[in-house]
Every structure is written in structure tokens, then in C-alpha cells.
């Protein structure tokens, strides 16, 4: 059984604590963040501290903070020569402290509070400095049902790009489709199927192959007709923006004539 310590109590922390705790082959011992508060009512299962001068010797410390907070944490823990990992898609390995073991435990998905997650869903990108420890990073991955993929940090640092817009910048496209629909009083879950099966399309085809809409149809007078109705000026922005991003991948050239609207007009 491999032992694990936590430091952190975020959205990641959590979640891996709640899976790590469903596993048979892997003990928390301690889980510490700075504050108590954040993590007691896990008291009963798990020793909690907020002091790290009462952090015990474990097999692998999971640093899991925000990333401005992942330099200075290694730093101040009161040890050395002992395996720390982080858990960033976008902090390089070499920034944690090199006076201990460095590696990166990377669960590629996006963790709210109250949303639950099937870690088989979830990949997991490993990174060592020491080959000696992969074999660790690999066995916690495979005991909470991850597949894992040995990944180096530019690799991770470019894939989190990629994650940010397949899912941070999607997640505003959302919501600024949920504030136009619901600016008529339409009920954003007529939208919802939609959603689903865009992403259920790429699943099988390229995403220059799953392109549909007016933009790649080019269909200038439902682009002009769209731009009319939307009266937010940086949604006017986004809207031209994407077309021209797409008709640019689809060859295709069209340039908007559309004027704003001033402020007398609206």
C-alpha cells in the first residue's frame, strides 16, 4: 500500500481525497492545508493538521494549491530527499524546491466543488525527474481507475493550452449563449442536446470535419441578422472573431460591413 499525504484543500485535493479513500491500495496519512477550518470535517477519517512541522514520512506528498502557491509551499516543507509531486497543468516540474524527489501528478479535467468524478474518466499526465519514481505515480493512477500518460512539462504546459480552450473559453461560449436566450425568455435547456452532441461528435471525427453553421456556410445574410441582434458590443467582438476564425480554416472569405450600433440607436 502506498502511503500519500495532501497538501492543499481545493477542488483537486478534494476530489483525489475522496478517490484515494475508495482505494484498497492507497492510504492518506495526514492532509494539511494552512487552514483548519477547510478540511476538519474529515477529521474522523484522516489526520488533519495545518502545521507542516507535524508532517510524518510518507511515500509521495501531493501538492495540490494554486499555482502561484506550489513554489513557496515546497520551499517550506521541513524536509528533504523525500518524493513531492505537484498537480499543474501549467507549472513546470523544476519549480517545486529541488532539495527533495520532483514529479508531476496532472488529472486532466475540470474538478468543481459538488460535481462528482469518475477518475476513469479522468487521465492522468506523470512526470519525474527520478525514474526510480514513476513506478509510484503509476500505481496511485491505476488505483483510482486513471489511465496515466508520461508526459514532460512543455508537452503538459501545451495540452493545458489546449484545455483552456476546449473547456474555459466552450464554458463562456455557454454562458454568453445562456445570457442572449435568456434575455427573451428562452429556457437555456432547449440548448443543452445541442451541447451534448457537439461534444459527442468529435468523439468520432476531427473537429475541422464536425465544423457546421453559418460561418462555414458563409451565409452572410444570417451573419449580418446575427450581429443585428446582439446588443452587447464585446459579444459583437466574440461573434466576429470566431467567424473569422473559421471561414480563415475553411478558406473562405468574407469580411463583416456591419456598424455598430451607438448607444442613441440601441
Known amino acids: 500500500m502506498i502511503s500519500v499525504i495532501l497538501l492543499g484543500a481545493g477542488n483537486v485535493a478534494s476530489h483525489l481525497y475522496n478517490a484515494f479513500s475508495a482505494s484498497d491500495s492507497v492510504e492518506i496519512k495526514q492532509w494539511y492545508n494552512r487552514s483548519y477550518d477547510a478540511i476538519k470535517s474529515f477529521e474522523n477519517d484522516t489526520e488533519v493538521i495545518d502545521d507542516l512541522s507535524q508532517l510524518k514520512e510518507a511515500d509521495i506528498y501531493i501538492i495540490a494549491v494554486s499555482d502561484d502557491a506550489i513554489a513557496n509551499l515546497s520551499k517550506l516543507l521541513p524536509f528533504d530527499n523525500r518524493f513531492i509531486v505537484h498537480t499543474s497543468g501549467s507549472v513546470s516540474l523544476h519549480d517545486l524546491d529541488k532539495k527533495n524527489s520532483r514529479g508531476v501528478f496532472y488529472p486532466l479535467q475540470s474538478f468543481s466543488k459538488d ?14 525527474e527520478d525514474k526510480s519514481r514513476l ?26 493550452l489546449s ?32 451541447i451534448l452532441e457537439t461534444a459527442n461528435k468529435v468523439q ?28 452587447d458590443e464585446e459579444h459583437q467582438d466574440i461573434y466576429k472573431l470566431m467567424t473569422k476564425s473559421i471561414q480563415k480554416t475553411h478558406g473562405i472569405k468574407y469580411r463583416f460591413d456591419i456598424k455598430r450600433k451607438n448607444n442613441n440607436e440601441r
Not at 209 to 225: V, Y
Open 135 to 160: 513506478q509510484t505515480l503509476k500505481t496511485i493512477a491505476e488505483a483510482i481507475g486513471s489511465k496515466h500518460y508520461k508526459i514532460s512539462t512543455e508537452q503538459r504546459q501545451t495540452l493545458h
Open 163 to 194: 484545455a483552456v480552450f476546449v473547456n474555459n473559453f466552450t464554458n463562456q461560449m455557454y454562458r454568453i449563449a445562456h445570457e442572449i436566450s435568456d434575455a427573451k425568455s428562452i429556457n437555456f435547456e432547449i440548448l443543452k442536446p445541442l
Open 204 to 231: 468520432d471525427m476531427s473537429p475541422y470535419m464536425a465544423q457546421t453553421g453559418p460561418a462555414k456556410r458563409n451565409d452572410k445574410k444570417t451573419l449580418k441578422k446575427h450581429l443585428k441582434l446582439i446588443k
Open 115 to 128: 460535481a462528482e468524478i469518475d477518475f476513469s474518466t479522468v487521465p492522468i499526465c506523470i512526470e519525474t
